[in-house]
């Protein structure tokens, strides 16, 4: 049965997924001499080519730069959801809201550390109106934590961001924890109650390993950088377990420095992409354990919402590896470092 209705979607991914950048596309990257020259070069890809065919490179300031580059991914996100069945578009719908999420961060980055309203949402414009109930205009254009939340009406977020804004804590940090912590309740609640047993066992396993990726790196920069007490670490922690126990967490949040942190956490399910490293490479061991958990799932259920999940879950990644390699190339870091950021 699930093959019967994922057979072409898995094949338009299987499409889709071979214009990815390949390694060999970022070593390249990472030797160039400037942005202009990095533009050039994506407009070659077929992935990138539809965004940026138009744009002249040598004119092309950061953000515009950068919202182009996003923007490939919501335009892949579209072809996906337009491909796919009612049932499928259920999943699609559930993901779409970290997109938001991404977008609400931007804004009250913009709001926190400027005090000016964020002017450059265009690379969002097409795919809010099509997906999200946000808009667009009213939120990018706030220039206060109370116009936006007034911006954000109907929508589940003003309630997020308002019981946060009445709180005492009201930090960047702060405003953004709401915000993954609600994504990630809302999704699990869609994993478990909104998808069928298939898709339902595929997602989870993708939604936990990457729950538990959050809580583990949360946990060791409250432990090593911020010296929380275990009750302030329980505070900012997922409150969903997948294979991370009670217990762990517990022992986790009550260690009495990151080096104890980091021997009980070689002792979890994840301890093999932990083992042997050092803190600054706690966020690339979890990275490789998420990799190699969408590449499980590609094998395994390839007839299931896994082939959505783990291309735009590749796609997302790329896009990140992009800008941090146009990032590198403007400020003119030597190629072997800029090499190791893209590893």
């Known amino acids: 049965m699930s093959l019967f209705r994922y057979s072409g979607l898995s094949a338009k991914v299987r499409a889709m997924s071979g214009k990815l950048l390949s390694q060999e ?5 990472g030797s160039m001499s400037g942005v202009p020259e990095v533009i050039a070069y994506l407009k070659k890809k077929p992935s990138y ?3 940026l065919e138009k744009e002249d490179e040598r004119s092309l300031h950061r ?3 950068e919202g182009l ?3 490939s991914l919501f335009v892949d996100f579209s072809r996906l959801y337009r491909f796919s069945s009612l049932e ?4 699609l719908n559930g993901y779409f809201s970290r997109y938001e999420i991404s977008f609400l961060k931007a804004v009250i980055r913009s709001i926190l550390t400027r005090g000016q309203p964020l002017t450059e949402t265009e690379e969002y414009r097409e795919i809010f109106e099509r997906h999200s109930a946000i808009s667009l205009k009213q939120a990018g254009s706030a220039d206060s934590m109370e116009s936006l939340i007034a911006a954000l009406s109907g929508t589940p977020y003003k309630m997020v961001l308002s019981d946060m804004c009445g709180s005492a804590s009201r930090e960047l940090f702060d405003y953004e924890l709401a915000l993954d912590l609600f994504f990630f309740s809302e999704y699990w609640k869609m994993v478990k109650k909104g998808l069928k047993d298939g898709d339902q066992e595929a997602i989870a396993r993708s939604a936990g390993a990457q729950i538990d990726a959050v809580n583990l790196t949360w946990i060791y920069r409250a432990k090593k950088y911020y010296g929380m007490s275990a009750a302030q670490i329980y505070a900012l922690i997922v409150p969903i377990h997948y294979r991370l126990t009670r217990e762990q967490i517990r022992r986790m949040a009550e260690a009495a420095d990151a080096g104890e942190l980091l021997e009980i956490m070689e002792t979890t399910k994840y301890g093999r992409y932990i083992e042997g490293e050092d803190a600054p490479k706690l966020e690339r061991c979890m990275d490789a354990m998420q990799e190699a958990v969408h590449a499980a799932l590609l094998r395994k259920k390839p007839y299931s919402a896994a082939c959505l ?3 735009l879950y590749r796609k997302e990644r790329e896009v990140h590896r992009v800008i941090t390699a146009m990032e590198c190339v403007r400020y ?3 190629a072997e470092k800029i090499r190791e950021y893209l590893a």
């Open 25 to 29: 596309d970022f070593l390249r990257l």
């Open 88 to 91: 499928q578009r259920r999943f």
């Open 63 to 65: 953000g515009q730069a």
């Open 309 to 311: 999940d783990v291309y």
């Open 69 to 71: 580059i996003m923007q």
């Open 332 to 334: 003119g870091l030597p």
């Open 49 to 51: 080519e539809a965004v």
